[in-house]
């Protein structure tokens, strides 16, 4: 089932919403002990690669698209840095609408772009970062009249509220902490709503503490003032005005969390250790809360035994470049079990 027909009660849907559904929602909440256990805490990670687009962008965008086509659109448009326009161009393809998609020319994964031109979307590139495409995505949408599937639509921010519905659901409580990395800061805000719902409906007795990660080279919630030149390895939140900046703050304070930055060696890293000790690829700006967690181990600034919830926002399949460039290649044998054998002696030795 899709989050419309799953969470039809908490969504703002009526007769006339139509039944649009790529069975998004109801990703895995993965237990990460060989992980939790360097950290000294009880770890999750809510894998979000498992979206039909691969990240959780699908959340809102099932709820932005069916409320786009139900007010009468007859195209979308997006600014994205690659997630958000492979999963506008996913169900705008499902549904028959055209849609245009915004990119920083050069600056988004392989995979991505991939995927926003095999669905059929009109894709250009655009000289300039994210923020940039943002604004020209805005102006673009009110002088051709296409619906805005960026989070600025505030459908995209309701639907990703599910996320924290389901972490609930699967634990049968809110965690402790709830760790996610932040680029134009839509999902950490959705995520508080969510969770605020849920104690008001009593389905929570608690909220968690919102602990927000950006690369150190776009950090803005960190520094407290706009960054213009926005640069991270972890091209999905390379991003230096976010535009749900305000409700990101709100959620940290009220939350009693904290925004904090990592350098894209420390993603990397987290981004290994995860692969190679838990066994789940996510894509590098995924990563950037591990990465954070392990900065605040290290500092004796993250609670022993506590229940921590990472969300894993994207698949690492979305960005193989940055992937095989940390990795070395196969190692060559010829067709004879001898020469496997000589190959993997060493290994198995
Ligand atoms: N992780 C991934 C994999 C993302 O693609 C994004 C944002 C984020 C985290 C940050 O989420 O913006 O709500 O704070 N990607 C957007 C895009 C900007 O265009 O795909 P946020």
Redesign the pocket.
């Known amino acids: 089932m899709g989050l419309l027909a799953r969470y039809a009660r908490l969504l703002p849907l009526t007769a006339a919403t139509p039944a649009v559904n790529l069975e998004e929602g109801n990703t895995p909440l993965i237990p990460l002990p060989r992980v939790g256990e360097r950290l000294g805490v009880e770890l999750w990670g809510k894998f979000e690669g498992c979206n039909p687009s691969g ?1 959780f ?1 699908d959340r809102g965008m099932v709820l932005a698209v069916a409320k786009a086509l139900e007010e009468g659109a007859r195209a979308l448009i997006c600014a ?6 492979a999963s506008a161009a996913a169900y705008a393809a499902a549904a028959g609408v055209p849609c245009f998609v915004l990119l920083p020319a050069g600056k988004v994964a392989l995979g991505k772009l991939a995927q926003a031109l095999m669905y059929g979307a009109a894709v250009v590139a655009v000289k300039g970062n ?1 923020d940039k495409a943002l604004e020209l995505a805005r102006q673009a949408a009110e002088t051709l009249g296409c619906a805005m599937v960026n ?1 600025v639509n505030p459908y995209r921010l309701w639907g990703q509220r599910t996320g924290a519905w389901e972490i609930c659901e699967s634990l049968g409580e809110a965690p402790d902490w709830h760790a996610i ?8 805000s959705a995520y508080w709503a969510g969770y605020r719902e849920y104690l008001q409906l009593g389905r929570a007795s608690k909220t968690p503490r919102m602990m927000g990660f950006q690369a150190a080279g776009a950090a803005p919630l960190v520094t407290n003032e706009p960054c213009p030149s926005p640069e991270t390895v972890a091209t ?2 390379r ?1 230096g005005n976010p535009v749900s900046a305000r409700l990101a703050r709100a959620a940290v304070s009220e939350s009693g969390g904290e925004f904090n930055s990592v350098t894209d060696e420390e993603i990397l890293a987290a981004q290994r250790l995860l692969a190679a000790k838990g066994g789940v690829f996510a ?1 590098p ?2 990563c950037a809360p591990l990465a954070g967690l392990l900065k605040l181990k290290e500092a004796g600034r993250l609670p022993q035994g506590i229940k921590v919830v990472m969300v894993l ?2 698949s690492g399949l979305k960005d193989p470049d940055t992937a095989m460039s940390q990795v070395g290649r196969p190692v060559e044998a010829g067709d004879s079990l001898e020469s496997l054998l000589t190959v993997l002696k060493p290994v198995s030795q």
């Open positions: 990240s962008k994205s840095t690659g997630n958000t326009s994210f989070s990395p932040v680029g134009n800061a839509g999902n950490i999905a939140i991003i894509e700006a995924s926002t994207g």
